[in-house]
């Protein structure tokens, strides 16, 4: 029996596709803005990548909802988006709207 391919052990890195690195380099553009933000006291202490990772997700899949939800109100939902990303990174308790 022999293995497949890819199972076998290479030092060769694995490939990054277009779309990986369209992300990565989102991801850091996101990061450099919460890093300012922290610098200027204007968001909180917060691990920068975590937190770029989960606004980059978030907004990568607003294109799918539709499809698992036709009825979306999608003013409604950014609203929501805008308000939990705000209480995520804001140096201040962010006060209900």
């Given at each position: 029996?022999?293995?497949?391919?890819s199972?076998?052990?290479?030092?060769?890195?694995?490939t990054?596709?277009?779309?990986?690195?369209?992300?990565?380099?989102v991801?850091?553009?996101?990061?450099?803005?919460l890093r300012?933000?922290?610098?200027?006291?204007?968001?909180?202490a917060c691990?920068v990548?975590?937190?770029a990772?989960?606004?980059q997700?978030?907004?990568d899949?607003i294109?799918?909802?539709?499809?698992?939800?036709p009825?979306l109100d999608?003013?409604?939902y950014?609203?929501?988006l805008?308000?939990?990303?705000?209480?995520?990174?804001a140096?201040?308790p962010a006060?209900p709207s």
């Open positions: 029996m022999h293995a497949h391919p199972s076998r052990h290479t030092d060769r890195k694995p990054v596709t277009a779309a990986a690195r369209r992300t990565q380099i991801e850091a553009a996101i990061a450099g803005i300012r933000g922290q610098e200027t006291g204007d968001f909180r691990d990548g975590v937190m990772t989960t606004i997700r978030s907004l899949g294109p799918f909802l539709p499809m698992t939800t009825d999608l003013a409604h950014g609203a929501e805008v308000e939990t990303l705000t209480r995520a990174t140096n201040s006060q």
